[in-house]
């Protein structure tokens, strides 16, 4: 036999790797730590019942995206939804990237953005951040001077926590408009800003926003997410979908979920609450840290990161391990747990540390 060979540009790709260890404490995905209301849960399980398992799903998956549409106060044109925000991602790049099309980043972010770009065959034109891990007016300029197809923003960014200022992602969006490029801010981590690009979304704008339901809905098993955009982007992001891509149970979750978004938002207040806590425990710890707009924190422990890393798995603690990703040198990220949780790797870090 000969084996059928992979695509060449794909051989040498690096997975996406986040260990998944059943230890006691896992701080390394920045999920939620508690789970949807119960009242959700039996919501949900009374509309599963009346589920047509035999038949398809709805293909437009209309009902959903009109609560979402509703919940944002847009048309429901304006909104698509897909399997997590990284399908929404990878839509948009199948639509607008492609083989002979670039997408950009502004590094260090979220690394699905350059790595689902490259699996559509996208060139990735990397922007650089700061020193401090801030985004610079003059580097934004640079990479749109460089032609690219589709531009990414993270914000809050994802691994460093830091929030994108407004006149800086509404200079990004007037770029993109000027010179017609595909401006997608990821906003997973949307519902702990101040403020958000839905404000820049309209018809006459390249913005796309992409959420989840994975991080502040506490629903990262159901694998959903979701953009809101022109509907231009979205008869763009349906033109590249599977046929019934949404099944039938994740289209209920997702309605049911809206209606609970009073308790989400408690969740992401209780969630701040925690965040703060840790930021003044790791400062007296005297470990650097990057102000978090989210909910996990990007931290340097004093020393080799990869031995914290390993010594806080020894004690059951779980985080994410960037110390051998470019300009992240020994930096880990935790995530916002349960109080008894982020106790846990607090105690555990100092026993580390020594102190
Ligand atoms: C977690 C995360 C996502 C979520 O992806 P899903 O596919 O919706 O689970 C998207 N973007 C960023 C920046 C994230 O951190």
Redesign the pocket.
């Known amino acids: 036999m000969t084996r059928p060979p992979m695509r060449d540009d794909l051989v040498l790709l690096p997975g996406y790797h986040s260990p998944q260890l059943g230890v006691a404490v896992r701080l390394n995905?920045?999920e939620s730590p508690s789970p949807p209301p119960e009242r959700w849960r039996r919501a949900l399980a009374a509309e599963l019942e009346r589920i047509d398992w035999h038949r398809y799903p709805d293909r437009q998956a209309h009902e959903l995206r009109a609560a979402l549409a509703q919940h944002y106060g847009c048309e429901p044109s304006m909104v698509m939804v897909a399997?997590?925000?990284?399908?929404i991602?990878q839509g948009l790049l199948l639509a607008f990237g492609g083989a002979g099309r670039q997408a950009a980043v502004f590094e260090p972010t979220?690394a699905?953005h350059s790595h689902i770009s490259r699996i559509t065959g996208t060139q990735v034109v990397v922007g650089e951040r700061q020193a401090d891990l801030r985004l610079g007016r003059a580097e934004v300029d640079r990479v749109f001077d460089l032609e690219p197809d589709v531009v990414f923003l993270?914000s809050p960014?994802?691994p460093t926590g830091i929030l994108e200022p407004e006149e800086l992602v509404r200079h990004v969006a007037d770029r993109g408009r000027e010179q017609g490029v595909l401006v997608v801010v990821?906003e997973?981590?949307g519902q702990f800003a101040p403020w958000s690009a839905l404000e820049l979304v309209d018809e006459d704008n390249t913005v796309v926003v992409?959420r989840?339901?994975?991080?502040t809905w506490s629903m990262?098993a159901a694998?959903?997410?979701y953009a809101i955009g022109p509907s231009w982007a979205v008869e763009a992001l349906e033109a590249v979908s599977l046929p019934y891509h949404i099944d039938a149970a994740k289209q209920v979750a997702g309605r049911l979920a809206l209606e609970y978004h009073h308790e989400m938002r408690d969740r992401v207040d209780r969630l701040v609450d925690e965040r703060e806590r840790l930021v003044g425990a790791l400062r007296e710890l005297g470990v650097e840290q990057w102000p978090s707009h989210a909910n996990f924190i990007l931290f340097r422990p004093p020393g080799d990161g990869d031995r914290v890393w390993q010594a806080l798995l020894d004690r059951g603690v779980l985080v994410r391990n960037c110390a051998s990703w470019p300009r992240l040198g020994g930096c880990l990220r935790v995530t916002v747990g349960r109080a008894e949780e982020n106790d846990a790797f607090l105690h555990a870090l100092a026993e580390i540390l020594g102190s």
């Open positions: 995905t920045n399997n997590g925000s990284n399908e991602i979220y699905m993270c960014n994802n990821d997973a981590y992409s989840t339901f994975s991080k990262a694998r959903l997410g």
